[in-house]
């Protein structure tokens, strides 16, 4: 069995980058978890709290999954056309120390995939991700692009993927991705 980390960019209960992952989740190809994690806990990164108390629990926790996992999915809202602060945050802290970094995400496959209310898909966050990937030196999935929009018609008020159209643009994204693995 392969893993896969899950992390969503939002903390927000109702998520629907959360409930983008879940659906994921159950229409993953057989040899195939995710892992859901979340960035809820991780404080804002200050190389003074480092220094003095060194990385966070949770920090250390989610920087071990994806250690061990076979990839990552990101699933990235789009805040002010860019990438998401609570996101940027935990992958700063998940380079902490810089020598960690090779250890959690060198040659690490990372999927990107995006879930908005708007009309236009999470294309601008998922495009400002690109450098932060080069730089981590992860294997991003070039094998298209996962960008749900009007996430508030796809979803129900429970969070459950309603849309056929996109549960099967999903299961072929994922099925493509976990190819690569």
């Known amino acids: 069995m392969k893993t896969l980390i899950g992390l969503s960019g939002s903390l927000r209960r109702s998520s629907y980058n959360t409930a983008l992952l879940r659906a994921a989740s159950r229409l993953l190809p057989d040899g195939f978890t995710l892992d859901l994690r979340t960035l809820d806990g991780i404080p804002l990164y ?24 076979q990839g990552l999915l990101i699933a990235t809202p789009e805040y002010n056309n860019s990438i998401p602060g609570v996101l940027k945050n935990g992958i700063d802290w998940l380079t902490r120390p810089p020598q960690d970094i090779a250890k959690v995400f060198g040659g690490k496959p990372v999927a990107l995939l995006g879930a908005t209310p708007g009309n236009f898909g999470t294309l601008l966050s998922q495009t400002a991700w690109l450098p932060v990937l080069r730089t981590l030196g992860v294997k991003p999935h ?40």
């Open 46 to 69: 200050n190389e003074d709290v480092e220094t003095a108390s060194g990385i966070p629990a949770a920090v250390a926790a989610l920087k071990d999954a994806l250690a061990g996992a």
């Open 142 to 181: 070039f094998g298209g692009r996962l960008m749900v929009s009007r996430a508030h018609e796809t979803f129900d008020e429970n969070g459950v993927l309603k849309s056929p159209a996109v549960e099967k643009q999903l299961r072929e994204y994922l099925a493509r991705f976990c190819k690569t693995l």
